[in-house]
């Protein structure tokens, strides 16, 4: 998984009712654009992410 800063980190839900989780990332810490990422959550909170399968990456604008 790859990204760049003022991409979107979307985590689904694990369980039923469960709402998506989504943030921009503000840091990529990683080589090469890989994880962790730090992401600034649509509630405020800040954290330093290492998503897993249950997360999508959606390109910023300006991006391929």
């Not at 694990?14 to 990529?28: Q, W």
């Amino acid at each position: 998984m790859h990204a760049t800063v003022g991409d979107r980190l979307v985590v689904h839900g694990a369980v039923v009712g469960e709402h998506d989780k989504c943030g921009e990332i503000i840091e990529v810490r990683g080589a090469g654009g890989e994880p962790p990422f730090m992401v600034l959550f649509e509630d405020g909170h800040r954290a330093l992410v290492f998503p897993g399968p249950d997360a999508i990456i959606i390109q910023g604008k300006g991006r391929p």
